[in-house]
């Protein structure tokens, strides 16, 4: 076996082992208690932007990657293919595995999406109203690149500091119309909610389309 077999089912298994704690949190008392908090409090408001931005942030991704330096991200230099939780990867290509390992993470990620998006506003922006202009944008530029350590390509990872722009202002926004941080914190929690389940739907209908198709 290829060292970047090893890598990947290492990789893949330590995901698999994160997306059922996941799953398992959303489904404790406290875990349950957020999850229906965030998903009750989703409105229209929450829901349109997300057409306007994801194409933002895939082309930004696509133009960075096109600079050799940025195309790089140690998941995809062992054959892996995106974000290492889609489990998608050169060494399942040809197999059933191909497309059961990322059907089955869709399906463990799917409800827990709410409290990874809770995990990463509270780290990303909460405490934002009182943060100077140049820590914000270091803030949105770090939650970027933090999915790089994650094995993201550097380029798509720079492009993912504009969503983090995008959860910024409707924090802020929430702010400035109710000064609380934990509506600012859930409302910027539904909005990256609601952007991380289009992404997991898209790849959902992808993995379907070539695995039927």
Known sequence: MRLADIVTYAVLGFMGVRLVSGLRTSRSASGKLLVVDVVRGIRWRHVWPVPFVLPIVLTAATVLMSVPALSWGWWSAFGGD?????????????????????????????????????????????????????????????????????????????????????????????????????????????????????????VLVAVTYEAFV
């Open 82 to 202: 995106g974000n290492p939780v889609f489990g998608s990867s050169d060494t399942t290509v040809g197999t059933a595995w191909e497309w059961i390992i990322p059907m089955v993470f869709m399906c463990l990620l799917l409800p827990a999406l709410p409290l990874f998006a809770y995990a990463e506003e509270r780290l990303f922006r909460l405490g934002a109203e009182r943060w100077s202009w140049p820590r914000r944008v270091f803030k949105v530029l770090q939650f970027g690149l933090v999915h790089a350590i994650i094995g993201i390509p550097i380029g798509a990872a720079l492009a993912l500091s504009l969503g983090g722009a995008y959860f910024m202002a409707v924090y802020l926004r929430s702010w400035h119309r109710s000064p609380s941080r934990r509506e600012a914190t859930l409302e910027s929690t539904r909005a990256h909610t609601v952007y991380n389940g289009f992404i997991v739907v898209l």
